[in-house]
């Protein structure tokens, strides 16, 4: 199956798939504020490196948070996120450990999540960047989940 993310445009004002605009839409018409997808934050369906990765994690959906527009205006940060869903080589594939992005709202967020798991197993940022990766079981963003569990 072809990446259907290698379709999403790398700016504008909306980082929703054609293919799911109109669910979208739909989606966010009967929902909360909070609980609306955001439209202007760029999806995370994964994060990590699929070949490299040894420990999994599976995940609801992205939250989002103002830090994360604040980490957007960072171009490093920005190509990081779109060249992890291209599954393009990082040295950080799992991004938000890579330590230029420590204080964008994704960096933040993960590493006070992963804390433990990378005190336990005392891996330093870059060999756990390689062998992490989350699986989103719904790739857009919203401030508080409504999506059915």
């Known amino acids: 199956m072809p990446n259907p993310w ?3 445009a790398e700016s504008g004002d909306c980082y929703v798939l054609d293919i799911d ?3 979208i839409k739909a989606y966010n018409e009967s929902k909360t504020d909070e609980a609306r997808v955001v439209t202007d934050s760029i999806p995370e369906p994964f994060i990590g490196c699929p070949d490299s990765a040894r420990v999994l994690l599976l995940n609801l959906n992205p939250g989002h948070s103002e830090g994360d527009r604040q980490g957007y205006m960072n171009r490093e940060f920005r190509n990081a996120m779109f060249a992890n869903l291209r599954h393009e080589s990082q040295e950080f594939p799992f ?8 204080s964008t709202g994704a960096g933040r967020w993960w590493r006070t999540h ?6 336990e197993t005392r ?3 870059v060999t756990l960047a390689n062998r992490l990766i989350v699986i989103e079981w719904f790739p857009y963003h919203s401030v508080k ?3 059915p569990t």
């Open 6 to 8: 290698l379709k999403l």
């Open 21 to 23: 605009r109109p669910a």
């Open 95 to 102: 991004y938000p450990l890579n330590p230029r992005f420590s």
């Open 114 to 119: 992963i804390r433990k798991l990378q005190e």
């Open 123 to 125: 891996l330093d940022d």
């Open 145 to 147: 989940s409504a999506l």
